[in-house]
């Protein structure tokens, strides 16, 4: 695999990040508009709360102000949701626009020739765009960006109650009032950056299947300072073009074309992250799981993980401790 590759994919890694990053901003602003009008009731409603220190959950739920804050809670991510779809879309069309491209240029250079990009089979973007299912205005995405409202709604709810119940401060209640409330962005955010990334690789990976006469199979790539365990342990691997490179959220690893008559030199993940220092091994993996890594309990690669999700199938994860170990999950209270 050609340095000029890997040099390559990197920049097309860093816009793609940048695209994230004006998109994300977009999402702030929109979201910073409507906590501006929220947050006169949320002040409104710690105030009288804080009148009388007897006040009990019960009560609290009877507030004329309580039930109208939660119903303009739900009403602005109602909206914000609204927005938040269109700003999906968007940038998915135009991660699937560069993911088709960026990916035939991949090919290219992996064959020493950048003019060859524009000989190989280009793909329609519509069409790339309605083979992803996760992007179906039915689909299970759309469905966990119209449950926001509500969830968000619940959880400030929670935050208030719980404060009162615990006999919280005022201050403190409207602090966790606060951040329940940010719990929205937080998720808009992570669906937009995943959906963008999804939709970029998928669109890497129909443009593979489409010159499968010269592409035979792609490389799992990690940004190795940046990556969890899973993906420092699967970068390097090879995958079928029919594989996906099912990562987590938020998750920024690149598949790497393998060109017919070239080979694997992306070094195994795990042989990179035994040569590093102690301290940024014990930082990755944390106390517990380093110490039982460094005696031999189980090697790098039975970190990777999977689950099942609603959006996109199968997706990485890193394997609990107790997973390693072969024992009994903790029950929890």
């Known amino acids: 695999m050609a340095n000029d590759v890997v040099t390559l994919a990197e920049q097309f890694r860093r816009a793609l990040v940048a695209n994230d990053v004006m998109a994300e901003k977009r999402l702030i602003a929109a979201y910073q508009g409507l906590y501006a009008r929220v947050r006169d009731l949320a002040d409104a409603l710690v105030l009288e709360i804080a009148k009388d220190e007897t006040l009990t959950p019960a009560q609290v739920r009877r507030m004329e102000r309580y039930g109208r804050l939660l119903k303009t809670v739900e009403g602005e991510l109602t909206d914000y949701g609204a927005f938040v779809k269109t700003e999906m879309s968007v940038a998915a069309r135009e991660a699937i626009r560069m993911g088709e491209a960026n990916a035939r240029a991949l090919v290219a250079i992996a064959f020493g020739d950048k003019q060859l990009a524009a000989k190989f089979n280009v793909l329609n973007t519509a069409v790339i765009e309605e083979l992803l299912g996760f992007l179906s205005p039915e689909g299970e995405l759309y469905k966990r960006l119209g449950g926001l409202p509500t969830y968000t709604a619940d959880q400030v709810a929670n935050a208030i109650l719980e404060g009162v119940g615990l006999g919280k401060n005022p201050k403190t209640i409207a602090r966790g009032l606060s951040d329940a409330f940010g719990m929205g962005l937080t998720d808009s955010m992570r669906m937009m950056r995943t959906v963008q990334i999804y939709s970029y690789r998928e669109a890497n ?97 039975d970190l990777v993980d999977t689950h099942s999700d609603a959006v996109y199938g199968e997706m990485r994860s890193v394997a609990p401790l107790w997973k390693l170990l072969g024992a009994e999950p903790p029950v929890r209270d």
Not at 265 to 275: H, R, S, Y
Request: glycine share 10%.
């Open 205 to 301: 990976r129909a443009s593979y299947i489409a010159n499968n006469d010269v592409v035979k199979r792609w490389i799992w790539y990690a940004d190795l300072r940046q990556a969890c365990p899973s993906c420092i342990a699967m970068h390097g691997t090879v995958h079928e073009l029919s594989e996906k490179l099912n990562d987590h959220h938020n998750g920024h690893c690149t598949m790497l074309p393998l060109v017919i008559g070239a080979k694997n030199d992306v070094g195994p993940g795990a042989d990179w992250f035994a040569q590093q220092p102690e301290a940024y091994q014990r930082q990755v993996l944390g106390k517990s799981k380093f110490e039982a890594w460094k005696g031999g309990a189980f090697q790098l690669g």
